[in-house]
């Protein structure tokens, strides 16, 4: 089929590089974000995606609103069979969604109708949900509501973070859409409309939603930041600056709520049940570095509180 590749960050790279080296299909465009400034250098920079296509030679199309006039006779001109989508990041108008032929088909990482939504594998981990997955669904007017034609199971580790999770489900998912583009083209799959039961919603995450708030169980706290790891990132105040932080280890002990004790094996916090360990931690403007050579080098004192 002829195929018009929509994604943006980096998790749509392996579907896009699998279809790119596809014997049964053609990357004839790439739709992607406009470049956007990144960085400290606050450089202008190319999404991943289109990074990959500009290595292929192909077309790069990168319109503000996919229903600019001008993208619309883009693609009608292309005339593309199917139009596979991974994390593109912006809402596709209906005539945009009528012109390939078979549709558009999005690979989503949840198990559909379950973590509709910007942030599915981020919302899996903060729920503490033991399974999680991807699915290929037909894209339609509503969010994420289109009939499901496949899907993939993957269990969530105890120590996953949103990251860790995503890269294995960004590659076990590209299988998954390739081989439903596939079936698609040989008719031997029929979408599936979603289950009306266990519909749950995961809004985008923002950068104020990785505060921890230490006057919670040791659980939810670990599972948030895992939930923010690596981005937008977990943080907590001391003394008024924001200290990013990495996961904790839950310790079967109790410390004052907020409070830092800092011993040989570790800097453990105080939360509402059990105490924590913390890892890492990236005070501002510094890298992210063990947290015990930091406690170390701040000199905190005894009963410390933070947060």
């Known amino acids: 089929m002829r195929l018009v590749f929509a994604g943006t960050p980096e998790p749509a790279v392996p579907s896009l590089r699998r279809l790119i080296e596809s014997d049964r299909h053609e990357v004839v465009a790439v739709v992607t974000r406009p470049d956007a400034i990144a960085g400290r250098g606050r450089k202008v920079t190319r999404s991943p995606i289109g990074r990959l296509a500009d290595e292929h030679g ?101 120590n996953d973070t949103s990251g860790a999770l995503l890269e294995r489900l960004a590659e076990s998912g590209a299988q998954l859409l390739e081989s439903t583009l596939d079936a698609v083209e040989d008719g031997i799959v029929q979408a599936v409309p979603q289950a009306a039961e266990g519909v749950s919603y995961a809004p985008k995450v923002l950068p104020e939603s990785g505060q921890v708030r230490w006057d919670q169980p040791a659980l939810a706290i670990s599972r948030l930041i895992r939930s923010v790891t690596p981005a937008p990132g977990a943080w907590t105040e001391i003394d ?16 004052p709520v907020r409070t830092v004790d800092v011993r040989k094996t570790g800097v453990y916090i105080g939360t509402a049940t059990t105490a924590v360990r913390l890892d890492q931690i990236q005070p501002p403007g510094k890298r992210m570095m063990p947290a015990l050579d930091w406690a170390r080098g701040a000199r905190l004192e005894p009963g410390t509180v933070i947060g």
């Open 58 to 158: 192909i077309p790069v199309f990168t319109p503000k609103r996919p229903s600019e006039p001008e993208f619309v006779e883009q693609l009608t001109a292309l005339a593309p069979d199917c139009c596979p989508v991974v994390a593109y990041g912006a809402l596709l108008p209906e005539p945009v969604l009528e012109i390939p032929r078979y549709g558009w088909i999005n690979l989503h990482f949840s198990l559909l109708p379950a973590w509709r939504g910007a942030a599915p594998v981020q919302a899996a981990i903060l729920a503490g949900d033991e399974f999680s997955g991807a699915s290929t669904f037909r894209i339609e007017k509503g969010l994420d509501t289109g009939p499901v034609y496949g899907t993939l199971v993957e269990k969530v580790g105890v």
């Open 240 to 255: 008024g600056k924001r200290f990013k932080l990495g996961p904790v280890e839950l310790v079967e002990e109790h410390l």
